[in-house]
T-cell receptor, first 114, second 112 residues
Framework: AQSVTQLGSHVSVSEGALVLLRCNYS??????LFWYVQYPNQGLQLLLK??????LVKGINGFEAEFKKSETSFHLTKPSAHMSDAAEYFC????????????FGRGTSLIVHP | NAGVTQTPKFQVLKTGQSMTLQCAQD?????MYWYRQDPGMGLRLIYY???????DKGEVPNGYNVSRLNKREFSLRLESAAPSQTSVYFC???????????FGPGTRLTVT
């Protein structure tokens, strides 16, 4: 079985501050990991993905995430928050090697203050 | 290239009414999915179709049926709507390696 835990349903930062959104996973086999972003009244769009290549993954809009197997984590970071980053962020995990059904976390709402 | 499209965008139903949510993708993807999104619950899988001609239940299939009409289209039907089905419904298709997903804009359904 696979599961995802996103710590913190809401994260609040000031514009220009570091963004850190936490994601921990459990998987019985090597995982593929994803971060999706959802802007208000829109569908989810892929931000970045880890599929067993480089452990530091760069995505769109200046976001990156690091796969840490020892910590079973895949935290999302951005050095400097922008007002346009305010959105809901979802971490997802799926099994490598056959299962195409992802398990999503419950989401973290990023609030950016001016 | 429109990606994943969904119709309608909004719908209000009365308890007991039926409706079909339509989804189409133009990316030639084999797999398609239906999710519902409720506050604090994240995304929950209703049904999925790994390829044309196959459908399987997800986490919350009760009260729903699906049809994979062809490779492009995957519809979700509510036969007798209930207030508990008030939600935002998302259709998605699976990317070339199937692991990443591409989402439609959603249908906001209210059942009164």
């Amino acid at each position: 079985a696979q599961s995802v835990t996103q710590l913190g349903s809401h994260v609040s930062v000031s514009e220009g501050a570091l963004v850190l959104l936490r994601c921990n996973y459990s998987s019985s086999v090597p995982p593929y990991l994803f971060w999706y972003v959802q802007y208000p009244n829109q569908g989810l769009q892929l931000l970045l993905k880890y599929t067993s290549a480089a452990t530091l993954v760069k995505g769109i809009n200046g976001f990156e995430a690091e796969f840490k197997k020892s910590e079973t984590s895949f935290h999302l970071t951005k050095p400097s928050a922008h007002m346009s980053d305010a959105a809901e962020y979802f971490c997802a995990v799926t099994k490598s090697g056959g299962s195409y059904i992802p398990t999503f976390g419950r989401g973290t709402s990023l609030i950016v203050h001016p | 290239n429109a990606g994943v499209t969904q119709t309608p965008k909004f719908q209000v139903l009365k308890t007991g009414q039926s409706m079909t949510l339509q989804c189409a993708q133009d990316m030639n993807h084999n797999s398609m999915y239906w999710y519902r999104q409720d506050p604090g619950m994240g995304l929950r899988l209703i049904y999925y179709s790994a390829s044309e001609g196959t459908t399987d239940k997800g986490e919350v299939p009760n009260g729903y049926n699906v049809s994979r009409l062809n490779k492009r289209e995957f519809s979700l039907r509510l036969e007798s709507a209930a207030p508990s089905q008030t939600s935002v419904y998302f259709c998605a298709s699976g990317g070339p390696d199937r692991y990443e997903q591409y989402f439609g804009p959603g249908t906001r359904l209210t059942v009164t």
